[in-house]
């Protein structure tokens, strides 16, 4: 089983709408939770951490952590175009190295 | 802000050539990384370096080398390129062991012929 496990997408949906990004993780003694966000022939930056479980806001943007069902989730409200960018789910143990997902693709259709 | 600067941000390659990728970051940052990131596979850590004139290997270091000789300069050598290493080569900083942050590069895109 993979640590960390991302749906690759593309994920097309209309501006405006909320966007729902998943990932699923095997190792229970991740700690941190990041999410990072790459613009096409960019480099990955973040977005958002969590530390805990629970939601973490940063205006549009939420992160939600479930440790017990060993998923995280960014939902973005009120969708824009500028949006598109591939998304990465990443975690790490203390003072190990992180984890990346794959990337989920978003597409935000005018 | 953080920066970190990639040497090239294409670059075309024979086979057998040897390649030297150079990054710098301009936060005096303790941890430096070097991953490549391939379609399907994401990002693979190749090699990063906790302190100057340290190294650790990654998950796939095995064709690549690297040298840290001054704290904000990290390279990636490739000693006899192959095919295979066609990739997009991304450089990180993170400013101490723990930290939950990475500052990326640009990338450098690396075509062997």
């Known amino acids: 089983q993979k640590e960390v496990e991302q749906d690759p997408g593309p994920l097309s949906v209309p501006e405006g709408a909320i966007v729902s990004l998943n990932c699923t993780y095997s190792n229970s003694a991740f700690q941190y939770f990041m999410w990072y966000r790459q613009y096409s022939r960019k480099g990955p930056e973040l977005l958002m951490y969590?530390?805990?479980?629970g939601n973490k806001e940063d205006g549009r943007f939420t992160a939600q952590v479930d440790k017990s069902s060993k998923y995280i989730s960014l939902f973005i409200r009120d969708s824009q175009p500028s949006d598109s960018a591939t998304y990465l789910c990443?975690?790490?143990?203390?003072?190990?190295?992180?984890?990346f997902g794959k990337g989920t693709r978003l597409h935000i259709l005018p | 802000d953080v920066k970190v600067t990639q040497s090239s941000r294409y670059l075309v390659k024979r086979t057998g050539e040897k390649v030297f990728l150079e990054c710098v970051q301009d936060m005096d940052h303790e941890n430096m990384f070097w991953y490549r990131q391939d379609p399907g596979l994401g990002l693979r850590l190749i090699y990063f370096s906790y302190d100057v004139k340290m190294k650790e290997k990654g998950d796939i270091p095995e064709g690549y080398s690297v040298s840290r000789e001054k704290k904000e300069r990290f390279s990636l050598i490739l000693e006899s390129a192959s095919t295979n290493q066609t990739s997009m080569y991304l450089c990180a900083s993170s400013p101490w062991t723990g930290s939950y942050e990475q500052y990326f590069g640009p990338g450098t895109r690396l075509t062997v012929t």
């Open positions: 969590t530390y805990s479980s």
């Open positions: 990443a975690m790490r143990i203390r003072d190990d190295k992180i984890i």
